[in-house]
């Protein structure tokens, strides 16, 4: 399953894909150079929202990949 849309915040801590099956789900990866997280799943933008809140990214933050 490859991602809908691939998201990088401006300093590049965090990486967040997008999928579409069959509801729209998030999977964030925690960056550190060249290794990654295991993915934290987010279902549905209400989710992906309070997730961005809580670290305080904005919209503005997020760049495509």
Do not use: C
Request: charged share 25%; glycine share 4%.
């Amino acid at each position: 399953m490859d991602p809908s849309a691939v998201w990088r915040d401006k300093n590049h801590k965090w990486r967040i894909e997008a999928y579409r099956a069959p509801d729209l789900r998030f999977a964030v990866f925690a960056t550190n150079g060249t290794t990654e997280s295991a993915p934290l799943w987010l279902f549905g933008m209400a989710a992906l929202a309070r997730w961005l809140m809580t670290h305080k990214i904005s919209l503005d933050d997020l760049q495509p990949d």
